[in-house]
């Protein structure tokens, strides 16, 4: 009880600061002039006999009823959750990994070519051989040295990285013409990754992995593409060429 009351005086106190009140109040009478204004016109063009006065509350509830029924219907659309779903991705030149195990990145980059041209490599210093690797085995793409991320457990420091390879594409491209994979590495990085793809020209992908009866990992799926429904935002994702 003492919680309520003190929320109470607290919402009181709020109401009648001047900064509150004037603003209430000058509404208020607003409303009032604007409201006793319709109503005069109202009468003027409909009269004041009683079916007049029942044609214009019933007119007054209809739109009523629509004004809240249009309100409602923005607040769900603009409430709504940006819905996801997954498909093929489509052939991108651009290949962003998060190195762990050879085996799924190799799966990727063979996805996507023959269209790919370049990757990039994010990887730990324990995966770092993995990662030069990698880039010695796929000569024929241009691959940079790998980028080496400190600390495992920091998605902002992935997120960055991965804005700095979106910052500093080869001239002509466009986002939309790279693909991150977020399948490797720790779980932080892996936010990281989607953290830096939030964009709807920025796409994001994964490699499952194939176990056995044992969940033993024996392989890796083909990617799959996780898509954002940017049309309900008004926002439609652009698709590699």
């Known amino acids: 009880m003492s919680v309520g009351m003190s929320r109470f005086r607290s919402a009181v106190r709020v109401f009648l600061t001047p900064e509150t009140l004037l603003p209430f109040l000058l509404g208020s009478v607003s409303l009032g002039v604007l409201s006793n204004a319709i109503y005069g016109l109202l009468t003027n063009a409909l009269g004041t006999t009683g079916w007049a006065l029942i044609g214009l ?20 659309r603009i409430g709504r959750p940006l819905g996801a779903h997954t498909r093929a991705p489509a052939k991108h030149k651009g290949l962003i990994l998060l190195v762990s195990r050879s085996e799924p990145c190799e799966r990727a980059i063979a996805y996507h070519r023959p269209m790919l041209q370049r990757v990039w490599l994010l990887c ?8 030069q690797q990698l880039q010695s085995a796929n000569s024929d793409l241009l691959i940079d ?8 457990h920091n998605p902002i420091e992935v997120k960055g990285r991965i804005e700095d390879i979106y910052a500093e594409l080869p001239s002509g491209w466009e986002e939309w013409g790279v693909i991150a994979d977020y399948t490797g590495m720790t779980a932080h990085c892996s936010v990281g990754a989607a953290l830096a793809c939030l964009s709807p020209t920025r796409h994001l992908q994964y490699t499952p992995a194939v176990f056995d009866e044992n969940r033993n990992p024996i392989g890796s799926a083909e990617p799959i593409e996780v898509r954002r429904d940017w049309a309900l935002a008004g926002l439609a994702p652009k698709s590699p060429e």
């Open 57 to 76: 509350i019933v007119g007054v509830l209809a739109i009523f009823i629509l004004c809240v029924w249009a309100f409602a219907m923005v607040v769900s």
């Open 124 to 131: 730990s210093a324990q995966t770092l051989p993995i990662a």
């Open 145 to 152: 040295d790998p980028i080496v991320i400190n600390d495992l």
